[in-house]
């Protein structure tokens, strides 16, 4: 018998699979279909595609997971409009899909090759979860890109930051919970999200119970302010700033057994560890350590004899073959050989801006700083982008493709483009709703990231 490729195999299993392939008036073309490990893709591609691809990875799905190729509708028809090519994959699983999320976007690539041709050039994007995805696409496969724009990232790889939840679940349990939350090897969920909904709740209702929720907010470098529609609180305003976290400490906690499960379960038993932590240092190291020790006098509670009780609690060990695991799944080594730009807002609640510290420190040591460039939104909330702040970021990384140069990324000329955009872009999804929102890209230093390790750790 003839051999095949693995390529042309998965041409033809594309093109058998496609579930929708329609041509429009004006000649575009939308395409979705199933890759053969079960996830679905979605292509569009413009009638005058200028050669260039944009490769999407979504963040992490816990519900439906339908194929998705860019951020929202605005952006998606703006870069539509302007020549651009969009494809995107769902992964083949839901939850820390890393593992499955990488070749299936690399698959994506191939379908799209074998029905239109090998771009020009492709660059990758993704928020959340898929700014690690698109950070481990262009260090695996450096040969498919030529740029790359990861936003709000889980860009201090995925061991540190899922250390830094196990600091805080660790933090919360000895303190509050009284050992009855599980922190790992987790067994019931149902019964961890509970106890985090009474515990935490009840502690709210006193000031000792508030400065422990500021130290447990502390060690994941949780931000003063969190909902971009609330305003932001003074400086030294800390019971607001307490306030404003207790509620994302609330959910974090209650929602964090859930996606522990699913990853020990991936991981093949407990990746994380706190060995070796020093709680006391970790607190002179976070943004949020003036609140704590403000909120833990006011309280008239010992800081002191808070952090000796962690010091003398039980330490967690890792799983030697589940941390390999979650290593692989991934931590990044700073190899980049094309132009890399990352957005992260300042407050952002669910990844830390920290974590853009973490990859510039890893990107340096590998000596390719050159080609990494961070800018930063000033606003609460987890991928909070308006449209045209997204938009203005792909310009200027598409103007430093063209021209070997980085240009055009003050705060004032990246929020004059965005801004000149107009109102149809200059809006950010809340409650449901597009509301306007001026652009508010400003110069900010990513503080350091409490929790690193990389290759380098090795």
Same mark, same amino acid.
């Given at each position: 018998?003839?051999?095949i490729s693995?390529?042309?195999?998965?041409?033809?299993?594309?093109?058998?699979?496609?579930?929708? =392939?329609?041509?429009?008036?004006?000649?575009?073309?939308?395409?979705?279909?199933t890759?053969?490990?079960?996830?679905t893709?979605?292509?569009?591609?413009?009638?005058? %595609?200028?050669?260039?691809?944009?490769?999407? #990875?979504h963040?992490?799905?816990w519900?439906p997971?339908?194929?998705?190729?860019?951020?929202?509708?605005?952006a998606?028809?703006?870069?539509?409009r302007?020549?651009?090519?969009?494809?995107?994959?769902?992964?083949a699983t839901?939850?820390?899909?890393?593992?499955?999320?990488?070749?299936d976007?690399?698959?994506?690539?191939?379908?799209?090759?074998?029905?239109?041709?090998?771009? *020009?050039?492709?660059?990758?994007?993704?928020h959340?979860?898929?700014?690690?995805?698109?950070?481990?696409?262009?260090?695996?496969?450096?040969?498919?890109?030529?740029?790359?724009?990861?936003?709000?990232? &889980?860009?201090?790889?995925s061991?540190? %930051?899922?250390?830094?939840?196990?600091?805080?679940?660790?933090?919360?349990?000895?303190? *509050?919970?009284?050992?009855?939350?599980?922190?790992?090897? &987790?067994t019931?969920?149902?019964?961890?999200?509970?106890?985090?909904?009474?515990?935490?709740?009840?502690?709210?209702e006193?000031?000792?119970?508030?400065?422990?929720?500021?130290?447990i907010?502390?060690?994941?470098?949780?931000?003063?302010?969190?909902?971009?529609? #609330?305003?932001?609180?003074?400086?030294? /305003?800390?019971?607001?700033?307490?306030?404003?976290? =207790?509620?994302?400490?609330?959910?974090s906690? +209650? /929602?964090?057994?859930?996606?522990?499960?699913?990853?020990?379960?991936?991981?093949?038993?407990?990746?994380? %560890?706190?060995?070796?932590?020093n709680?006391?240092?970790?607190?002179?190291?976070s943004?949020?350590?003036?609140?704590?020790?403000?909120?833990?006098?006011?309280a008239?509670?010992?800081?002191?004899?808070?952090?000796?009780?962690?010091?003398?609690?039980?330490r967690?060990?890792?799983?030697?073959?589940?941390?390999?695991?979650? #290593?692989?799944? &991934?931590?990044?080594?700073?190899?980049?050989?094309?132009?890399?730009?990352?957005?992260?807002?300042?407050?952002?609640?669910v990844?830390?801006?920290?974590?853009?510290?973490?990859?510039?420190?890893?990107?340096?040591?590998?000596?390719n700083?050159?080609?990494?460039?961070?800018? =930063?939104?000033?606003?609460?909330?987890?991928?909070?982008f308006?449209?045209?702040?997204?938009?203005?970021?792909?310009?200027?990384? $598409?103007?430093?493709?063209?021209?070997g140069?980085?240009? +055009?990324?003050?705060?004032?000329?990246?929020?004059?483009?965005?801004?000149?955009?107009?109102?149809?872009?200059?809006?950010?999804?809340?409650?449901?709703?597009?509301?306007?929102m001026?652009?508010?890209y400003?110069? $900010?230093?990513?503080?350091?990231?409490?929790?690193?390790?990389?290759? $380098?750790?090795h």
């Amino acid at each position: 018998m003839r051999n095949i490729s693995n390529r042309t195999l998965l041409a033809w299993f594309a093109l058998i699979s496609i579930a929708a =392939f329609c041509l429009n008036a004006a000649a575009q073309s939308h395409i979705t279909g199933t890759l053969p490990d079960g996830a679905t893709y979605v292509i569009d591609v413009p009638a005058k %595609w200028n050669g260039t691809l944009l490769l999407y #990875s979504h963040g992490i799905a816990w519900g439906p997971n339908p194929a998705r190729n860019a951020t929202d509708p605005l952006a998606h028809g703006y870069l539509l409009r302007h020549g651009y090519a969009l494809a995107g994959s769902s992964y083949a699983t839901i939850g820390w899909a890393v593992h499955e999320a990488i070749p299936d976007q690399i698959a994506t690539l191939d379908v799209f090759a074998s029905l239109f041709g090998t771009p *020009i050039q492709t660059i990758a994007w993704g928020h959340s979860m898929g700014g690690l995805i698109t950070a481990g696409l262009v260090q695996r496969h450096p040969d498919r890109f030529a740029a790359a724009l990861p936003m709000c990232g &889980i860009l201090g790889g995925s061991v540190g %930051w899922v250390n830094t939840t196990l600091d805080s679940a660790f933090t919360f349990n000895t303190l *509050i919970a009284g050992g009855t939350y599980e922190v790992v090897n &987790i067994t019931n969920p149902d019964q961890d999200y509970a106890i985090a909904q009474a515990d935490l709740t009840a502690a709210q209702e006193s000031p000792q119970g508030q400065a422990r929720i500021a130290l447990i907010a502390a060690m994941y470098d949780t931000p003063d302010w969190a909902d971009p529609s #609330s305003p932001e609180p003074a400086p030294t /305003d800390y019971a607001t700033w307490e306030a404003n976290q =207790f509620p994302v400490v609330l959910g974090s906690l +209650g /929602d964090l057994p859930y996606f522990r499960l699913d990853l020990e379960a991936r991981a093949g038993g407990n990746p994380s %560890w706190n060995t070796g932590v020093n709680y006391a240092t970790q607190l002179k190291r976070s943004e949020d350590n003036a609140e704590v020790q403000a909120l833990y006098a006011a309280a008239g509670l010992s800081l002191d004899a808070d952090l000796a009780t962690l010091r003398n609690a039980a330490r967690i060990a890792s799983d030697p073959g589940a941390e390999k695991y979650l #290593s692989e799944n &991934i931590i990044l080594n700073g190899q980049i050989s094309i132009p890399v730009l990352t957005l992260h807002t300042t407050d952002d609640p669910v990844v830390p801006v920290e974590d853009e510290q973490a990859y510039a420190a890893v990107v340096r040591k590998a000596g390719n700083q050159s080609l990494l460039r961070q800018r =930063f939104i000033h606003r609460a909330g987890h991928c909070q982008f308006t449209p045209a702040e997204m938009i203005a970021g792909f310009e200027t990384l $598409f103007s430093r493709m063209a021209t070997g140069e980085w240009t +055009g990324l003050s705060p004032s000329t990246l929020n004059a483009e965005a801004t000149a955009l107009g109102p149809k872009y200059n809006v950010l999804r809340l409650n449901g709703q597009w509301v306007p929102m001026a652009a508010a890209y400003e110069k $900010f230093q990513s503080p350091p990231f409490l929790r690193p390790f990389d290759a $380098f750790s090795h």
